[in-house]
């Protein structure tokens, strides 16, 4: 099993910065990918942005040049930077990490989420 803890969220206001930290422990394969996911009320979980293990980067448009990932591979944390905050980013945060099972499948695991609120 894989445990992730998130912390970091909190009220900012527009313009402003925050950063978000997701811890894992358990058991945690080598090669994995971890990401930061987000989900407004009545809406469906999006992509934020993901890294691999060997640092590879992928990045919704709407923070494209706003938000950078990052990863301790020994602390097996990943973080969100997230700067120029809009109100459009208030959501619920969550961090996943993915490990390949086998060839055919792949299992995801999830934090339990961190609010972000962004006032205008």
């Known amino acids: 099993q894989v445990q992730l803890v998130e912390s970091g969220g909190g009220l900012v206001q527009a313009g402003g910065s925050l950063r978000l930290s997701c811890a894992a422990s358990?058991?945690?394969?080598?090669?994995?990918?971890m990401g930061w996911y987000r989900q407004a009320p009545g809406k469906q979980r999006e992509l934020v942005a993901t890294?691999?293990?060997?640092?590879?980067?992928n990045y919704a448009d709407s923070v494209k040049g706003r938000f950078t990932i990052s990863r301790d591979n020994a602390k097996s944390t990943v973080y969100l930077q997230m700067n120029s905050l809009k109100p459009e980013d208030t959501c619920v945060y969550y961090c996943?990490?993915?490990?390949?099972?086998?060839?055919?499948?792949?299992?995801?695991?999830w934090g339990q989420g961190t609010q972000v609120t962004v006032s205008s």
């Open positions: 358990g058991s945690i394969f080598s090669i994995n990918t």
């Open positions: 890294i691999t293990s060997g640092g590879s980067t």
């Open positions: 996943a990490l993915d490990q390949r099972m086998s060839t055919v499948t792949t299992r995801r695991y």
